[in-house]
């Protein structure tokens, strides 16, 4: 089952998952109607409904559930960002604990951005956490799930890095502003991007769902993570844009403005690495960040 499974990443997944053979669920607010590889039941994220007798049985429990932080952090979007998380769990801990036959496996997602603006320190799973506003909505989010008394269901946190596919994402809107001319340095381009490819990052969801030895708290990301100047200097040359206009911290913060978001998601970054990923040998599919952006953007 996936809650909150109808976005960029949930779609991947369940494509991936229905490939795999199994029969997919996705709790939604807006259930979509006709065929496809997803069944959808209504949910409002928040509280218990009928969709909890298809958690009871299930092979496993993925929540993807939580409003975007691509807004402007207001006091009313800073409140829907935490209470979307928070009480999904909540929700989703209720339900399983009501199982007479709870699912083997709960998968939750979290993000780097716990680590907060890290520099080029290297962060593993073991790394500081920050002390913004992001890192206080990731810290109150695993918390939450610590919080859960699921004794029959193994439990593994996700924090996702920027996943890069086809049809959606933050990567869709690089690509929007490259084509615009707009595809250039952002702020300093040294904070790092911790990246990784949608297709590596389902096999991720699959071996927290199937392997009985992954367990805990995982960065979910790329061994090779790259600056921003690397970054934009590769999506330009797989879309064969030859240049793009360095944007200032003063010109991001302006158009964040008008763009209606937050300037410290593309002006802050950290140096992350998938360690417990790589101790256990998972094998990436998806290492070079050049050829990654040239496959997805069908660019050679």
């Given at each position: 089952?996936?809650?909150?499974?109808?976005?960029?990443?949930?779609?991947?997944?369940?494509?991936?998952?229905?490939?795999?053979?199994?029969?997919?669920?996705?709790?939604?607010?807006?259930?979509?109607?006709?065929?496809?590889?997803?069944?959808?039941?209504?949910?409002?994220?928040?509280?218990?409904?009928?969709w909890v007798e298809v958690v009871d049985g299930a092979a496993a429990v993925v929540n993807l559930t939580g409003r975007?932080?691509?807004?402007?952090?207001?006091?009313?979007?800073?409140?829907?960002?935490?209470?979307?998380?928070?009480?999904?769990?909540?929700?989703?801990?209720?339900?399983?604990?009501?199982?007479?036959?709870?699912?083997?496996?709960?998968?939750?997602?979290?993000?780097?951005?716990?680590?907060?603006?890290?520099?080029?320190?290297?962060?593993?799973?073991?790394?500081?956490?920050?002390?913004?506003?992001?890192?206080?909505?990731?810290?109150?989010?695993?918390?939450?799930?610590?919080?859960?008394?699921?004794?029959?269901?193994?439990?593994?946190?996700?924090?996702?890095?920027?996943?890069?596919?086809?049809?959606?994402?933050?990567?869709?809107?690089?690509?929007?502003?490259?084509?615009?001319?707009?595809?250039?340095?952002?702020?300093?381009?040294?904070?790092?991007?911790?990246?990784?490819?949608?297709?590596?990052?389902?096999?991720?969801?699959?071996?927290?769902?199937?392997?009985?030895?992954?367990?805990?708290?995982?960065?979910?990301?790329?061994?090779?993570?790259?600056?921003?100047?690397?970054?934009?200097?590769?999506?330009?040359?797989?879309?064969?844009?030859?240049?793009?206009?360095?944007?200032?911290?003063?010109?991001?913060?302006?158009?964040?403005?008008?763009?209606?978001?937050?300037?410290?998601?593309?002006?802050?970054?950290?140096?992350?690495?998938?360690?417990?990923?790589?101790?256990?040998?998972?094998?990436?599919?998806?290492?070079?960040?050049?050829?990654?952006?040239?496959?997805?953007?069908?660019?050679?």
């Amino acid at each position: 089952m996936l809650a909150g499974g109808s976005g960029f990443l949930g779609t991947a997944l369940a494509a991936d998952l229905a490939t795999a053979g199994y029969e997919v669920v996705n709790l939604t607010r807006t259930p979509r109607t006709g065929p496809g590889v997803v069944q959808d039941l209504r949910w409002d994220g928040r509280t218990l409904g009928p969709w909890v007798e298809v958690v009871d049985g299930a092979a496993a429990v993925v929540n993807l559930t939580g409003r975007s932080v691509d807004c402007r952090y207001t006091a009313a979007n800073r409140r829907e960002i935490v209470e979307s998380r928070v009480r999904s769990v909540e929700a989703i801990g209720g339900a399983i604990r009501g199982c007479v036959r709870p699912p083997s496996a709960w998968v939750q997602t979290g993000s780097l951005a716990i680590y907060g603006d890290a520099g080029d320190r290297v962060c593993d799973e073991t790394a500081p956490h920050g002390d913004d506003f992001s890192v206080d909505v990731c810290e109150r989010w695993e918390a939450k799930v610590e919080e859960q008394v699921t004794p029959g269901t193994r439990r593994t946190i996700l924090r996702i890095g920027f996943a890069l596919g086809r049809g959606g994402g933050a990567l869709e809107k690089l690509v929007r502003l490259a084509r615009l001319g707009l595809g250039g340095t952002v702020g300093s381009g040294r904070q790092y991007i911790s990246w990784l490819h949608v297709s590596d990052l389902s096999q991720m969801f699959r071996w927290a769902i199937e392997r009985e030895d992954v367990h805990g708290t995982y960065n979910a990301t790329g061994p090779t993570p790259v600056t921003n100047a690397t970054f934009m200097r590769e999506l330009r040359r797989a879309l064969g844009v030859r240049f793009g206009p360095p944007a200032p911290a003063l010109a991001v913060r302006l158009g964040a403005f008008f763009m209606r978001t937050e300037p410290s998601l593309a002006l802050t970054g950290r140096r992350c690495v998938p360690a417990r990923f790589t101790r256990q040998g998972f094998t990436f599919e998806h290492t070079d960040v050049s050829e990654a952006l040239a496959g997805l953007l069908e660019v050679s």
